[in-house]
């Protein structure tokens, strides 16, 4: 926050398939205007992926793949066979537990839908869970593994797969042939899956097909990409159309949804994008049997059912008219109302004055408020910590950082609990008084060594956690085990999962690990 310097896009990195579009700036106001407001996605709706006239949203070989007849088509031909199965993919989010319902038509050929799937080494193909289709009635409605264990549970069977990955037949969901007898050759037909932990439940036109229940933990899939596949072979062609998609609650698991902001500032500042997949990558590895963290990158989702089972929301991102969710507010405001947990990281816990402002104040318990709060970079020293869960496990430490003071709390603080407060040195008010530098209130409450909060949470009077965390304007802090046991602690609080005596503990972060996912972002220029 400290410099207002944009920077455009780099087609480098190891985040660049999301940064597709130059970065601007919008222009600042003090309040976004409601009418121009998204409407906020319920957790009960389905939402469309397909918007019936082009792939917007989605990904695969622009040759094989187009919208005709209102359908999404992947069609093969003899003249330029497929070397292997190639997929269509969703590039908006991924699945973990969920109800797809969409309708097909398969006129040759082999096809299926790929759920919970992961990218394979080579261009648009993918393996995975796969809901089966086939022109000729063979294959359709059963769960295949690809790439994936094979086989996982064929038309008519229950299976479980046991923990060497071999499907056991449990049960029987009726004759095969007979099952087919409700799929229409050359026709449209409703699919119908349902994933919820380890099960998975394929459905046509109403008939229960298959269905599985995966107790091989070491290969089992919780979240992943969804896809359509072209079968290698014979010529084919496929087309799906009103493809609709509900999240549904995790249950044993709390999910986190860390939404990060477009790239901004100099290198190693304002690393919105690399902390997300850093936080994700450490919370699912040592911290996985209680969270679930799923990332989106370099602004709101596209991906509107991407709250829907959310547990917790997390943002890091500029802030002012160019936070995420500056035109979102009525979201923020229906997963408050529902008691999801809501925390704001760095520039984040600020938009601008009135209706912005006063959403992130009622979710979070605070905000900066310009022409209030200040934003100095300064040695916060933390030496208490009060008891609790957020705090726990954490040393007392110092760090460097943009530690931004004289936040906007909610009235009389209900319901918040500061975590990390320090007192700002006299060196924080050198600048002149400005909308995030200084004003007559706060040069007062410096000189009068007044401890001001850093990092803050909330439990909302209606119901729900929240926090604000000001700190992270330096990528590499990440590195101090203190500081970033903070971070992950308050990220667990807000979304009810357990927090250890000890904190959640993390491995010492390399170097490797810090410089991971960095945003392309160019360099400066050598003086002459």
């Known amino acids: 926050m400290t410099s207002r310097t944009f920077f455009p896009l780099l087609a480098a990195g190891a985040v660049a398939t999301v940064l597709a579009a130059a970065l601007v700036l919008p222009v600042a106001q003090e309040t976004p205007p409601a009418k121009q407001q998204e409407k906020a996605t319920m957790k009960d709706e389905f939402v469309s992926l397909f918007d019936g006239v082009s792939l917007a949203g989605w990904e695969g070989e622009a040759a094989l793949w187009r919208v005709e007849d209102g359908a999404i088509t992947g069609e093969t031909r003899a003249e330029a066979p497929v070397e292997y199965n190639t997929f269509l993919k969703w590039k908006d989010g991924e699945v973990d537990d969920f109800e797809l319902v969409l309708e097909y038509r398969i006129f040759s050929g082999n096809s299926g839908i790929q759920v919970r799937s992961f990218a394979l080494d ?254 100095p970079h300064w040695d916060g020293a933390f030496e208490t910590l009060p008891g609790h869960p957020v705090a726990r496990g954490v040393k007392p430490f110092t760090i460097r950082d943009e530690w931004y003071f004289n936040m906007r709390f909610i009235k009389d603080m209900e319901g918040v609990t500061p975590i990390l407060s320090a007192i700002p040195p006299d060196d924080t008010m050198s600048r002149p008084d400005g909308r995030h530098s200084g004003n007559p209130e706060v040069r007062k409450m410096v000189a009068e060594k007044q401890p001001q909060h850093l990092c803050w949470v909330v439990e909302r009077p209606e119901g729900g956690r929240g926090f604000g965390f000001t700190g992270l304007h330096f990528h590499d802090n990440w590195g101090h085990e203190e500081f970033r046991k903070t971070v992950l602690n308050a990220i667990c609080w807000i979304a009810g999962a357990e927090i250890p005596a000890e904190g959640i503990v993390t491995p010492a972060l390399t170097q490797a690990d810090l410089d991971a996912n960095l945003d392309p972002k160019p360099q400066p220029k050598p003086k002459p």
Not at 133 to 161: C, H, M, P
Not at 177 to 205: F, H, M, S
């Open 122 to 375: 080579k261009p648009n193909a993918i393996g995975g869970y796969q809901a089966d289709i086939d022109a000729g009635g063979q294959w359709s409605g059963t769960n295949y593994g690809e790439q994936f264990r094979g086989v996982l549970a064929k038309r008519g069977e229950k299976t479980i797969i046991n923990e060497e990955g071999k499907a056991e037949v449990t049960g029987s969901l009726g004759d095969p042939a007979e099952l087919a007898k409700v799929i229409k050759a050359d026709d449209w037909n409703t699919y119908r899956i349902v994933a919820q932990g380890n099960k998975i439940v394929c459905e046509i036109n109403g008939t229960t097909m298959s269905e599985i229940v995966d107790e091989d933990k070491d290969v089992r899939r919780r979240a992943g990409l969804l896809a359509f596949q072209l079968h290698k072979g014979p010529p084919m062609k496929v087309q799906f159309r009103n493809i609709k998609l509900k999240r549904l609650p995790l249950g044993d698991l709390k999910k986190v949804v860390y939404v990060a902001g477009r790239p901004s500032h100099p290198p190693r500042m304002h690393e919105h994008n690399a902390g997300a997949l850093l936080a994700q990558k450490l919370l699912n590895t040592h911290h996985g049997d209680k969270v679930h963290v799923t990332t989106y990158l370099s602004g709101w989702p596209n991906d509107k059912s991407a709250f829907q089972n959310a547990d917790a929301l997390v943002i890091q991102s500029d802030g002012g008219s160019g936070h995420p969710a500056y035109w979102h507010l009525r979201q923020i405001d229906y997963l408050r109302e529902q008691g999801v947990g809501v925390g704001m990281i760095h520039y984040a816990v600020e938009m601008t004055p009135g209706e912005s402002n006063d959403t992130l104040i009622a979710a979070t318990g605070g905000a900066f408020e310009v022409n209030y709060s200040v934003n």
